[in-house]
């Protein structure tokens, strides 16, 4: 799943561990996220949207599409 979190964190000049802080989960998790390694849960997703104020489906994209 591609996403746009490190633009999104990038405009906002935080840095991973900041965003981390800021959705209770760590700066690996956070990194993991950003590089297409793993794909959040739902419920951080949801958080992720929020803290954007985006949709989910601007933040996330399917790899396939």
């Known amino acids: ?6 633009v999104l964190r990038a405009e906002r000049d935080w840095s991973q561990a900041d965003l981390a802080e800021r959705l209770d989960v760590s700066r690996q998790s956070v990194n993991a996220i950003e590089t297409g390694k793993y794909d959040p849960s739902l419920p951080l997703a949801f ?3 929020r803290l954007f104020g985006k949709p989910i489906e601007e933040i996330f994209k399917d790899g396939a599409a």
Do not use: A, E, H, P
Not at 1 to 6: A, D, G, S
């Open 1 to 6: 799943m591609k996403n746009i979190l490190k």
């Open 47 to 49: 958080r992720i949207s």
